[in-house]
């Protein structure tokens, strides 16, 4: 409560000011200074001008920015590139007197260099450009509350400057993804946010209506089947860089609202798609970040730092299927076992493992896998061959008709990205969406709807296409070794206050 009270304290103090600026400023909220430099720009172009070169170069600048501190000679303002020094002159230090952190101003003079070394202008023409009304956090203690640096996400971009590299990065990879794609020929489209009948992918739905036409819409859960569309109609590279939406919970990994890559690619394979993924990532690595190496920090549930793992994007990235991979992490378990429908379901029951009765051995894999191995596959594995129960619009393995050419990529114990050769005889297709609308009547609310359009477009024919999902929050984590997927979020959802 005190601390309450103090800061509604310094509110009232910052409205008294402006208050009284209204009487006297014309315009309080002046918007027409622009300002001829950035910060870094200053530091960069005069990172070996000494005090004496500038001295006599008397090059007059204008900067604008936020005030952060506050040093009675000096004052530091902080713009969208950085931070620059700000000499306080005789004539300025009545208009500094006033100002609080937090407000925003534009300064005009000369650029000069401190007898430390610090780039600096002199200030001989001033102008407050917004006047700040809440203080900003301790400058000790920054803003360390996670909650409310999520809530307040504009106040942590204030005060955070490696929150705002870590935003930069996110923009900077999304940015890569699409030269890489566009310079592979792929079309950028854009499909339907809200669909008539939820697909591509298992995931409950959110679900809306439309008035005008009197019918229950749902948010889009993937663009997959959308895309798949316009491969049928001859768009052979296509791409969407997507915003999805999923009613699941909230967690380190999952948010309702989220950013996924999905790419189609005609006369390829699975395997196509692996060797293009490591390069794709290999690529964000060496452009975005400048290193193959790539560390992160590994922390416990409590957030403790348990120590470091690097990942080398310069090397090809391992590969299991999903059954070497539960056998390698579980020597106790027999191939028997885990192709018996009965051994199988022992087995997960001996796991902890609720088991549904209407589970086939495909799924009783999955949930073994899931419960075993995937938090365990540190470094980069492609896992591949996933039952066709559990990969309802994957093609079929040629050479096991029970499994699917797919794979999903793996890093640091997080799925990063789904793929594979794509399912195109649609009499296959049916019996596919059929088997998922069992599995939602058995009370799946995850299974697929049946899309009868879907269907019919496949009948005219697609060609052999091979389609990934990537993840790009989770991408994004992995790239700016953030524990949460709340951090790479401008804003994630949060419950109510």
Do not use: C
Not at 262 to 289: C, H, K, P, S, W
């Amino acid at each position: 409560m005190t601390e309450e009270r103090d800061e509604n304290k310094l509110i009232a103090e910052r409205r008294a000011k402006l208050n009284n600026l209204r009487s006297v400023a014309n315009p309080l909220f002046p918007n027409d200074f622009k300002p001829k430099a950035l910060a870094s720009q200053l530091e960069r172009s005069y990172s070996v001008a000494t005090k004496q070169d500038l001295e006599a170069l008397q090059y007059k600048t204008s900067v604008a920015g936020r005030v952060m501190r506050n040093r009675g000679s000096f004052i530091v303002i902080q713009d969208r590139s950085g931070t620059i020094q700000l000499y306080v002159t005789k004539h300025s230090r009545a208009f500094v007197k006033n100002l609080d952190l937090g407000d925003i101003i534009g300064v005009e003079g000369y650029l000069r260099r401190s007898s430390r070394g610090d780039l600096y202008v002199e200030i001989e023409t001033f102008t407050l450009l917004t006047k700040s009304l809440r203080p900003l956090p301790d400058k000790f203690h920054g803003l360390a509350d996670r909650e409310m640096r999520y809530r307040q996400r504009y106040l942590d971009l204030i005060v955070n400057s490696d929150v705002r590299s870590s935003f930069r990065t996110r923009s900077k990879i999304i940015s890569h993804i699409r030269h890489v794609l566009n310079n592979e020929n792929f079309l950028e489209v854009e499909t339907p946010m809200l669909h008539p009948v939820p697909g591509g992918a298992a995931a409950r739905p959110f679900i809306t209506h439309h008035n005008a036409m009197a019918s229950d819409m749902y948010l889009r859960i993937a663009p997959e089947l959308y895309l798949k569309r316009l491969v049928v109609g001859g768009f052979e590279r296509v791409y969407e860089i997507n915003r999805s939406f999923r009613n699941e919970g909230l967690s380190t990994r999952h948010n309702p609202e989220f950013t996924m890559l999905e790419f189609y690619q005609t006369y390829a394979d699975y395997n196509d798609l692996m060797t293009f993924t490591e390069r794709l990532l290999g690529g964000i690595a060496r452009e975005v970040l400048g290193s193959d190496r790539v560390i992160n920090t590994k922390r416990d549930e409590n957030g403790n730092k348990l120590g470091e793992v690097e990942y080398d994007f310069s090397k090809p990235f391992r590969r299991l299927s999903l059954l070497n991979s539960i056998l390698l992490f579980n020597p106790a378990i027999s191939y028997d076992e885990l192709l018996n429908l009965e051994l199988a379901r022992q087995v997960a029951a001996d796991l902890g493992i609720i088991v549904d009765g209407d589970w086939g051995v495909g799924k009783l894999q999955i949930e073994i896998f899931e419960k075993t191995v995937e938090h365990r596959l540190e470094q980069p594995t492609f896992v591949t061959h996933y039952p066709i129960e559990v990969s309802p619009l994957a093609r079929r393995s040629d050479a096991n008709p029970s499994v699917t050419d797919r794979f999903e990529l793996f890093i640091g114990g997080r799925e990063v990205a789904n793929g594979f050769s794509e399912l195109n005889d649609p009499e296959d297709q049916v019996d596919r969406f059929n088997a998922q609308l069992n599995q939602k009547k058995s009370g799946d609310e995850e299974a697929m709807y049946f899309d009868k359009d879907y269907i019919k477009a496949l009948e005219y024919g697609m060609p052999p296409t091979a389609g990934e999902g990537i993840g790009i929050d989770r991408l994004v984590m992995l790239f700016t070794d953030a524990s949460s997927i709340r951090d790479v979020l401008l804003f994630p959802h949060m419950k109510p206050e």
